[in-house]
């Protein structure tokens, strides 16, 4: 079927999107009947606009590549603040790609309340609002018939959440354990390498690994934000992120990365949840694991998940965990779930 | 909602389902709203009932472990043969869970084409039918309107299908690989600890992991069978397990597992299947793999898949391959979406 979409949030994750699309137009035609016309856009920097015809979206890169505004290049209702943007868009569904704030979800977690109270499906990358609101929104989602996905929001388009949620589904799972954190790992490499923590965290700045400000990543709130809507979906749970017992890498030494070598260890960032009794328990601490074992085999960028379960013991997943074209994928993956969705409702009902 | 259950083959899978079925009632109802009934069991060995009212699958567990006829202690129509079986069940879903033929898919191919012909869904862990037939049996459950499950045919119930199907859905796969037969790599395993070929199989044997008649493990009829199906949903090809290049691991010696292991190296029997241009070509064959490295790192009889995909890059997938829980959890897998897929059509329909 054809879906309207209206994308709020232009950046590296949305473009990287929009580039699958046009990359992938034909493709996700023949193989999913699936088409997407983009009717809106929406981004602090770049402008809104919304146009039910639907936009180019190569021009739309075009523009947006060059620095230009899309208020200016396009035709439609502009200039429109994100609320007021999916109030006029008549999109199926508000894909929310904007920045993470683990604080207040904000402005995510607003954008998404109204496209859901609107009755419009969401797919989002943005951590926030899942990490801090998850049960609220998935029951807002429920009570309006539209679909909530985030499978972007841990490991990027590495399907984390999907394998949880669908490939594991009748499993109970009593542990989750993961390598959540690109940017950490990164660095605990290079560490071993022979770089001391600052040069190591110089480098994965240099290479865009690492932020100007690292602090989301080696403090360790970015995995704790990842652990959470982990745990979230495998135990039931109402985490929060300030739940998590949290200690990042700051304080490795290269001797500390050293003697666990000659040891046969590495030391990882491990984000862990698990069943406490009543409770779920939550924390992402610097760990020792064996070379010789999965955990010990990720370096660099690479990310992995561990799913404890009763009938099939330890399932591992692994690949990367972040970039625009993984995390488009991602939205991809969801786009296409949806549509799978709502195809399966057309044909079933007809027999 | 309610699903009835025609079951064919009560063996180690059959029983393994059920036995989750029995453990996991209460939660499958409240998790997944899935309330299954079990209208029908048909065995070569215990023997065949349909009872529309359910049968009560304790009691056949029951049954079947003290070596009794599930005819003598159950009423309703009895001493069906599986077509018979499948007509006169008022199933929804067939489970099918017979024995592999990797020449023919008998008996399975039959009664898979039987259950999908009458309008009933199927999932099934058989292999055979997959392997040989999965392009006329998926185009046959389209033109019915219903749905073939079959994630239990590669790795049991580590998602590998599902992965690749849902997880990875909207990606280009370039290439599959994995470590898709435990047997073999529990062999190989044994070999590194200092057993030889011989004395591994034995070991194999007696622990339950290799049949007496182990030709379809070491001759890697088994994974290449798995390669087959993984290669024909990954490149929507028609390949079947004869154009495999095939080669096991009964020529290899001591010599060369030391040999390899003092370079670094482990050798894995790996399936593998690929583009090659207009043509899709698959192996299975002993390859040496460094100890450092996710495959290198799968030992015993654990199994694991790697794809290589446009967006992502490598995704590993790794856990258990066999066993008739892992299986059933495959087989609940299967109902769990199916379900959900017949609940959606329901609820988005309605709106």
Chains 1, 2 share one sequence.
């Not at 929009?18 to 770049?46: A, E, P, Q």
């Not at 523009?63 to 429109?80: M, Q």
């Not at 605990?188 to 690492?210: C, H, I, P, S, V």
Request: net charge neutral; proline share 2%; with cysteine.
């Amino acid at each position: 079927m054809e879906l309207k979409l209206a994308l709020i949030g232009f950046g590296v994750v949305g473009r990287g999107f929009t580039g699958i699309l046009i990359r992938k137009r034909d493709y996700l035609l023949s193989k999913y009947n699936l088409r997407v016309r983009v009717v809106g856009i929406c981004d602090l920097k770049y402008g809104s606009v919304v146009n039910s015809e639907g936009l180019d979206i190569i021009k739309a890169l075009e523009v947006v590549r060059s620095g230009k505004s899309l208020e200016k290049e396009f035709d439609g209702v502009k200039g429109l603040g994100a609320v007021e943007f999916i109030d006029v868009s008549n999109a199926d569904v508000v894909v929310e790609a904007t920045w993470t704030n683990l604080e207040t979800g904000e402005p995510g977690l607003t954008h998404i309340k109204k496209a859901l109270s609107s009755g419009k499906h969401v797919i989002t990358t943005n951590k926030g609002p899942i990490a801090l609101a998850y049960r609220e929104l998935s029951s807002l989602a429920r009570s309006k018939g539209v679909k909530l996905l985030f499978s972007g929001t841990v490991m990027s388009g590495t399907p984390s959440i999907r394998t949880l949620i669908r490939g594991l589904a009748g499993c109970y799972v009593s542990e989750v354990a993961g390598i959540l954190n690109g940017t950490t790992n990164y660095i605990l490499t290079k560490m071993e390498e022979g770089l001391t923590f600052n040069e190591a965290l110089r480098d994965a700045q240099m290479k865009g690994y690492a932020e100007a400000d690292p602090t989301m990543d080696i403090d360790a709130w970015d995995p704790a934000a990842k652990i959470v809507i982990l745990a979230n979906i495998a135990f039931d749970s109402d985490l929060k992120p300030k739940d998590v017992i949290r200690k990042g890498i700051r304080d490795i030494k290269l001797d500390n990365i050293k003697d666990a070598l000659r040891r046969g260890k590495r030391i990882k960032l491990i984000a862990r949840a698990w069943v406490d009794g009543n409770t779920v328990k939550a924390k992402v601490t610097p760990e020792e694991v064996d070379i010789n074992s999965f955990f010990g085999q990720v370096t660099g960028t690479v990310n992995a998940v561990m799913y404890r379960t009763d009938s099939l013991g330890d399932v591992y997943l692994i690949g990367r965990g972040a970039g625009g074209e993984e995390a488009g994928q991602a939205i991809l993956a969801d786009l296409i779930e949806l549509n799978s969705i709502l195809e399966e409702s057309k044909l079933l009902t007809s027999r």
